[in-house]
């Protein structure tokens, strides 16, 4: 891998680049393909990669012009239109979560909600992961693949630094002031930013050794701690009136707030510490930008 410096990088770092983008690739037809994952577990993967992906195009930014951003807007609608498996999937999560922690639900009780909530999975998956979408979600990943064949072959350090710096900003201006008030809303922002800076972070990592910690571990244990958050939220939902799951509220409201509870306060130990920095600071440690004293925050 090429050694960073403050300006573009020649075919060595353009060659990770594409490589890492051609993986990403990769993956994301892999989880659609493999016959040996379930539906939920194959949106999720697919998901997720398409989050890496996404996070590469705003790294990258500018360089790769209207057509990157064009590839980052079909990434977003096809995670979107995948967004029903998805919730379903995470309400059997959130109902992981509680049992590990002895809620006051019996066996009985919590297999009957799994069964309910296996149910609304399975027909989630069918109504969204047709043939139809797996052919334009192919075709997507072909049209991407060949992108990246064209992308240039130099690498801009101080570019990515800049992207790298907003990420971190906007995430850390998306922390609530007082976390123990913060609505799902602002916490659904704030992991959606969490998640953009982890994925840049790493990426950033990959393609510049020499880049500073940049704490990806503890942005990903953040995200995880909002992200069963915001799962227990979903399985709130459903056991809200004319919901399917609303003949067990009495018996699972109780466990959900105080797992929720328990979730947000160790989220905000972590955020506090992964972003002790202001966004001036964090660009400085940044070695394209140490010579730069006078770079904007």
Do not use: C
């Amino acid at each position: 891998m090429a050694k960073a410096s403050g300006t573009t990088t020649g075919n060595g770092a353009g060659a990770d680049l594409r490589a890492t983008a051609r993986q990403i690739l990769a993956d994301a037809g892999a989880a659609l393909e493999d016959g040996e994952r379930t539906g939920a577990t194959s949106v999720h993967d697919f998901r997720k990669s398409m989050k890496r992906w996404r996070a590469l195009l705003r790294l990258l930014g500018p360089k790769l012009g209207a057509n990157g951003k064009k590839l980052n807007a079909e990434a977003r609608d096809f995670a979107r239109r995948l967004g029903r498996p998805r919730d379903a999937q995470a309400a059997l999560d959130a109902l992981d979560d509680l049992q590990k922690h002895k809620p006051e639900i019996p066996d009985a009780t919590q297999r009957s909600i799994r069964t309910r909530l296996n149910d609304l999975r399975a027909h989630a998956e069918v109504a969204a992961l047709n043939d139809e979408l797996r052919r334009e979600i192919q075709n997507y990943l072909d049209r991407a693949a060949r992108a990246v064949n064209r992308w240039p072959a130099g690498f801009d350090g101080t570019e990515t630094s800049k992207r790298l710096t907003s990420a971190y900003r906007r995430a850390r201006r998306a922390m609530p002031e007082k976390w123990h008030l913060a609505d799902e809303e602002e916490l659904h922002e704030l992991r959606r930013r969490v998640i953009a800076y982890r994925h840049q972070a790493d990426l950033a990592a990959r393609l510049q050794p020499k880049l500073p910690d940049l704490h990806v571990n503890e942005a990903q244990d953040l995200r995880e701690r909002l992200g069963r958050f915001q799962d227990l939220s979903v399985l709130s939902k459903l056991t809200a009136p004319q919901q399917p799951l609303a003949a067990w509220r009495s018996r699972l409201a109780p466990s959900i707030a105080r797992r929720q509870a328990t979730h947000i306060k160790s989220a905000a130990r972590i955020a506090r510490r992964l972003f002790a920095d202001r966004p001036k600071a964090f660009r400085v440690r940044l070695p394209v930008t140490a010579k730069s004293p006078k770079a904007s925050a």
